[in-house]
C-alpha cells in the first residue's frame, strides 16, 4: 500500500479489537475522509463501498485503534543529536502508536507557555503522529515555585509533569494539586524519592550486590506515591503516577482506589517484561532472548529494572485494571551516553520500535495478559486519563466518526530486534538481537497511511544493498 495514499481504505477480513465498543469479532472497517466511516462485523450484509477503495487483507491479522503513548521523551528542542519529533514520530508510528505525549525535560524545560507552543508548532510541521506536549510542574523543573500551569494548559499541554525527578517539597506539590484540580489536568510524578535514592542506580537486590552498584530500595518509590496520595486526598486534582514499578506501589495504588481517590498510573514494557537479573546477563531464555554483557549499559534506566516478585506484581495490577495503561518512557540516546560504566551511563532505552513485540512476547504469548486487555491499556486506558485531548482529537476507537488512527498488528509474526535498523535516532536497547513475536504492519494517521512493515523492508534492504 502506497504511504502517500488518501482515498478510503477496507481493512478487511482482520480479528477487529475496539476496546471502546467492547468489540472482539472478525469484521471490515472503512476508513474515508479521515475518520471511521464504519466498523462492520457479523453476518449483516456489508455497508456500501466507495467507488475507489484501496482494500487492505487482514486476515489472520488483529486491527485496532492506534496506540496512545502518555510517556516519551522526543529530545526537541535541546537535544536533537538524540532524537527530533520527526525521527521520533516515524519510531512510534513503526511501533503503533498514533499519539504521544511528549515529556518536557527539554533544554530548555517546557516551562513557559512559548515553549510548549513551540512543539505545538514543530509537530505540525514534522511529525507523523499527534504529538502533545506536557508541561512542567515547576519552573526550570527545579521544584520550588510552581510554572504558571493556566498558560501551559492554554498552549496544549495534555499533561503537568517534572519528570526525571520528583517534586519533593510537600507545599509544592500541594499547591500543584489544587491547580490541578482547577484545571482538570492529570499530574505526571516522577515517584523517585531524592533522599533515598541518593547516587543509586540499580534496585537493591543480589544483582546490585554481585555487581558491586550503588542501589536503593523499593521504599524510594513508595514513599512518594503514599506522600502523593496524602497530598490528593487533601488537596484534590488528579494523581497520575509514571511508570510504576514496585509491588508497594501497586498496593498503594489499589487502596487509593478503593477509596475513590482520582488517581491513575502507567508502567513500561521493560518493567513488564525485564528483570535485574539481566543486569547479570540473564535476558530472559523462556522468550529465546540471548544473553547479554554483565551491568550492559542498556539496561540503566530510571527507576531501575526490578526483582521479579516487582515484575509479577506489575503485570498481575495491570491485569487487575489497578494501573490503567502501558506508557513507553522511550528514552533515546546517543551511543556516548551510554558508553563507559554502568553508574557513569545516561538513564533510558529507546522504546517506541519493540514495545509490541516485547509485550506480545513476554506476556501475551506466555499466557500472563489477554490480547484484549493488552490492547486496552494501550488505547482506551491511557485516553481516558488524558480525556479532553483525546476528545479533542477524535480518540473514539473505531465508532463511526471516530478519527481514523488504526494499526494492523500481525500477533504471530517473528523478527529480529536490530538497532541498527530503528527509526529512533537512539540505538540503546538491551534487546539487540533478541527474536520478538508479534509486529505491527501498518498504522494510519487521519486514514493515511503512515508506516508499513512492507516499505520498511524494502528501505532496509536498498539501505544495506
Known sequence: MASDYRGPILISGGRVIDPWQNLDATGDVLLQDGRVAWTHVGADSTP???????????????????????HCHLREPGQEHKETIESGTRAAARGGFTTVCAMPNTEPPLDTAERVSYVVDRARESACVHVLPIGTITVGRAGRELADLSTLAMAGA?????????????DVMRAAFLESARLGLPLSQHSEDPEIIGNAVAHEGE?????????????????????DLRLLAEAGGHLHVAHVSTAGAAELLRDARERGLSVTSEVTPHHLTLTDRALLGERGPQYGWPNGPVADTSLRVNPPIRSKEHVNAMVDALREGV???????HAPHSAQDKAGAFVDAAPGISVFETSFGLLMTGLVHTGQLDLPTLIERLTLGPAKIISSAADALGLRGLTPGAAADVVVLDPDRAWTV????????????????CALRGMVTHTFVGGVPVYTAEEQSVAHGAARS
Open 158 to 170: 495534555a499533561l503537568l509533569s517534572d519528570d526525571g525527578t520528583a517534586v519533593a517539597n510537600d
Open 418 to 433: 536490530r538497532a541498527d535498523n530503528f527509526l529512533s535516532r537512539g540505538r540503546n536497547t538491551p534487546l539487540e538481537g
Open 48 to 70: 456500501d463501498i466507495p467507488a475507489g477503495t484501496q482494500r487492505l487483507d487482514a486476515a489472520g491479522m488483529i486491527v485496532a485503534p492506534g496506540f496512545i503513548d502518555l
Open 207 to 227: 544483582a546490585a550486590r554481585k555487581l558491586g552498584l550503588p542501589s536503593a530500595p523499593a521504599e524510594a518509590e513508595t514513599s512518594i506515591v503514599e506522600r
Open 323 to 329: 494501573i490503567d495503561a502501558i506508557a513507553t518512557d
